[in-house]
């Protein structure tokens, strides 16, 4: 089996190249990325001399590019994470996000129809959703829950989505999309929430919070959204939609309170910052359909996850301070520059 892993510099991309190499050692897998702010090929590092892995510098949205990749390697399986991901640089700045989110998607599949693929899988998010309120705990997004988009992020996460279908429908493209809850784990680059919060904490810098903290989200460790995805691709039926979730809701400003009790810092570093436009109040999944049809269940509990991820980052300063700092970004010209 030959599967194309887009965005495999990125958290998730990452986090599910090493699981699928450890599940599958058989398998050849290839991850195409273009190295944006969020791609850190340092991040490979521990896969880079296996034998079944090869990392290409790709953009989704090249379409030669892309084609020439496919002719070369005849790819079984397209999983794709390639993605701009981060809803904060949607609202400043749109257009990049329409590119490679629904252009570059639309550029994958168009070389899965010409070259032929067992499987297109599309990495979603349960932000295509939109929110629920915070005072009706007993709703919940299942798969026929409407698409209502928020941020600029997520409707270009949505329009991806309908154009996967489209692709089914129009021209029989075997595609299946999972639409998960927000992950947590290693390699999550710290401008998202979690690993923000950790790496301040640890520099006894302030905590931005935004608005009060009241905000839901839905946390699911990394690698049980890897089992999932692993699973759909192999056992998910072609054409369907899986909402990929633990029933794990928590209120922001008590993810920041833990952060700070777990690495024994104040809770006086927590600053309430100007709210971001268009906050979704409560993100919750329902993930019912994964668990009786493929038999699904996260193995991670949050209590458990949070204490490994935080250990990760005392572990790994070195990763996500050259992030800080900027310098990871000249990593990729100190391996490749010569080459
Ligand atoms: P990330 O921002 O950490 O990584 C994205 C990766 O995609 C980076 O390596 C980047 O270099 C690469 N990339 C960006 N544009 C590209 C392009 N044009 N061509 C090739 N590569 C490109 O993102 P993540 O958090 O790992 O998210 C991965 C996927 O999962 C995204 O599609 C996201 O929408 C989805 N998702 C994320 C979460 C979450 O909580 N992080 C939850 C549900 C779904
Ligand atoms: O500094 C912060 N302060 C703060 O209060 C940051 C970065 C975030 N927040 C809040 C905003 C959200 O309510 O924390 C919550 C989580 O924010 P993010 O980490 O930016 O994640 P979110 O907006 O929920 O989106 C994430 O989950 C769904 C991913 O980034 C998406 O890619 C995924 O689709």
Redesign the pocket.
């Known amino acids: 089996m030959n599967i194309f892993v ?10 599910f190249i090493f699981y699928m190499l450890k599940q599958h050692p058989d398998y050849r897998i290839v991850c ?9 090929l340092s991040t490979l590092k521990p896969v880079m001399d296996n034998k079944n892995f090869r990392f290409v510098k ?5 379409r030669e590019g892309v084609f020439a990749l496919f002719e070369e390697e005849h790819p079984d399986i397209v999983v ?7 809803v904060d640089r949607s609202i400043e700045d749109p257009g ?1 996000f329409l ?3 629904i252009f ?1 998607t639309a550029t994958l599949m168009d070389a899965c129809r010409k070259y032929g693929i067992k499987r297109y899988h599309q ?5 295509v959703y939109g929110d629920l309120p915070l005072d009706k705990p007993e709703l919940f997004f299942t798969e026929e829950t409407p698409l209502h988009t928020s941020s600029p ?1 997520s409707a270009s ?1 949505a329009a991806a989505d309908l154009l996967v279908m489209a692709y089914y429908r129009t021209y029989g493209l075997p595609v299946t999309i ?7 784990g290693p ?3 710290p401008e ?1 929430l979690i690993p923000l919060m950790i790496a301040n904490c640890l520099n006894d810098k302030a905590l931005p919070v935004y608005g009060e903290g009241i905000n839901v989200r839905d946390w ?1 460790y990394v690698e049980d ?1 890897c089992s999932a995805i692993d699973l759909i691709i192999h056992k998910g039926k072609v054409g369907e939609v899986y909402n990929v979730g633990g029933h794990n809701e928590m209120r922001n400003i008590d993810i920041v309170k833990l952060i700070c009790k777990e690495l024994d810092k104040p809770e006086s570093l927590i600053t309430h910052v100007t709210d971001r436009k268009g906050h979704d109040m409560r993100y919750a999944i329902d993930p019912t359909k994964i668990h009786d049809e493929l038999g699904w269940l996260p193995k991670t509990k949050f209590a458990d996850g949070i204490k490994k991820t935080i250990q990760w980052y005392l572990d790994n300063r070195d990763w996500w301070e050259e992030i800080v700092s900027g310098d990871y970004r000249n990593y990729y010209e100190k391996m490749y520059g010569k080459r």
């Open positions: 887009t965005g495999g510099a990125g958290f998730i991309g990452s986090n195409l990325d273009k190295l944006t702010y969020a791609g850190n790709l953009d989704i949205c090249d794709n994470f390639a993605a701009e991901s981060h990049v590119q490679t989110n570059g990495v979603s998010t349960d932000e992020y996460k999972s639409r998960c809850s927000n992950n947590y390699y999550h680059f998202k699911l959204h």
